[in-house]
């Protein structure tokens, strides 16, 4: 059990495991002793990094959001799918223990996929892989699956997610780097992917965010730093305003209530920058190790990686995505009051990064409107669906309320767990599924080598 939950912990720690890869794929590349400690102990700090800076950029927003709340009187669930894992794991010690299992056996599948058959990609975000295998695990417990049946296709299933949903959003990510060496890891493809696509529709790729021509006396604007503490001094100060000094002096505490403001727009900024840093880092360090372990174990791999691997690549893009994807979930917000159910609150902080992410991918098929028209759309993916959603496994049976499930990967999975299970039908529906993705793989290898005796003859 001690060994388990040091892999588990190992799998985890994104910072730990990703060092893991870069080691492996250092070692495997016969590198150089000096070469391996470098690459290995950047890719640590640079994932280290990273973290530092999302989580100086969750402290600056976290009183933005209360602020929020609190100008536009806003009551509801807290979509936050950390809260909703961690609640159930720490009241159900079967979900506990089911997390764990389908999360190592999950990311095994995960490997033997991406080894044989076309789907080569990696999952390397960690939480995201605890959040799905927590997911899988509390549908199964919920639908009264055993724990040999919850493990055995809660792992099938985990390890498909891990493959299908990096393939789905790959073409996208070629456009957005430039190139085919990493792949979105984050459960929110789905939502991000289709709003780039609804971006598209409506915009102009011709028309890119990150070469717009400002006037001379605008051009400081094209630097991140100058552009984001403008757009989060606005949103501060108006917030603030409407929140009123009362309440905000109840956050600031010793501080003046408008210094406070002040301050929390400018150390969000500097939250970005610090993260952004670290990306460049762990980029420089990972990608060129993970071929060693492309190369060897699995041929043509490629690394699924988190949200802000792509934030420096469309700054701009970031921003709008992240304005527009707040003025989305407001909107649908008011929507799902229709349905009867609870009412998502507009998640601030999955607005920066996963909004931003769909303001990138839109920008990148539809210019700099496709940014603005996907950050709408996905602020619309970011609540009516969690609003639908919230009956079909409730949390308050759990002693759990006020959050709820957020990523939309995993309630497209959940709810055809759902419907699968009430017709009898999961097994069938995984091994069809698993059958079906390596099938593909044959098929292609069998075109290949007939491509190749065809250039030959």
């Known amino acids: 059990m001690y060994m388990l939950e040091f892999i588990i912990q190992l799998l985890t720690t994104p910072a730990i495991m990703l060092g893991l890869v870069a080691l492996i794929g250092l070692l495997i590349q016969r590198k150089a002793f000096g070469d391996v400690i470098k690459g290995t102990f950047k890719t640590i700090l640079g994932i280290l990094i990273l973290s530092a800076g999302a989580g100086i950029i969750v402290d600056y927003i976290t009183p933005f959001s209360e602020m929020f709340t609190q100008a536009f009187n806003l009551t509801g669930v807290v979509p936050f799918d950390e809260a909703v894992i961690g609640a159930l794991s720490e009241n159900v010690n079967e979900i506990a223990r089911n997390t764990s299992l389908i999360l190592a056996f999950g990311f095994v599948v995960n490997i033997i996929l991406a080894r044989f058959t076309p789907f080569k990609y990696i999952y390397l975000t960690g939480h995201m892989l605890w959040i799905m295998s927590g997911a899988l695990a509390w549908a199964f417990y919920d639908l009264g699956y055993s724990t040999t049946e919850a493990v055995l296709w809660g792992s099938l299933i985990q390890g498909l997610v891990l493959v299908l949903f990096p393939a789905l959003a790959q073409p996208v990510m070629r456009k957005v780097t430039g190139n085919n060496e990493i792949a979105y890891g984050h459960l929110t493809t789905s939502g991000v992917v289709l709003s780039a696509y609804v971006g598209k529709v409506f915009g102009n790729a011709s028309k890119d965010s990150e070469e717009v021509k400002m006037p001379k006396g605008l051009e400081m604007f094209k630097d991140t730093a100058i552009s984001i503490s403008a757009v989060m001094l606005i949103l501060y100060l108006v917030t603030t305003l409407v929140a009123g000094p009362e309440f905000v002096s109840t956050l600031s505490g010793e501080q003046n209530w408008l210094v406070f403001s002040i301050i929390q727009a400018f150390g969000f900024t500097a939250g970005v920058l610090v993260l952004l840093q670290g990306v460049r880092m762990f980029l420089g360090e990972i990608v060129p190790a993970f071929r060693g372990v492309a190369v060897k174990l699995v ?34 917000m008011f929507v799902s009051k229709a349905f009867g159910t609870v009412i998502p609150l507009p998640s601030i902080i999955g607005g920066f990064f996963t909004g931003g992410a769909a303001g990138i991918f839109g920008n990148a098929l539809g210019g700099r409107r496709g940014a603005m028209v996907s950050g709408v759309v996905y602020g619309l993916v970011l609540t009516i669906p969690v609003a639908l959603f919230y009956p079909l496994f409730g949390l308050e049976e759990y002693g759990i309320s006020g959050i709820a499930l957020l990523v939309p990967d995993g309630i497209i999975v959940l709810t055809l767990l759902k419907i699968f299970s009430d017709l ?26 007939e491509n190749e005796v065809e250039k030959f003859a």
């Open 424 to 449: 009898n039908i999961i097994p069938v529906v995984v091994i069809v599924s698993i059958l079906g993705v390596l099938a593909t793989g044959l098929i292609k290898k069998k075109k290949k080598q």
């Open 299 to 332: 041929p043509g791999a490629k690394p699924a990686l988190d949200v802000p691997v792509i934030f420096g690549f469309a700054p701009t893009a970031l921003m709008l995505g992240f304005v527009f994807s707040v003025i989305g979930m407001i909107i649908g």
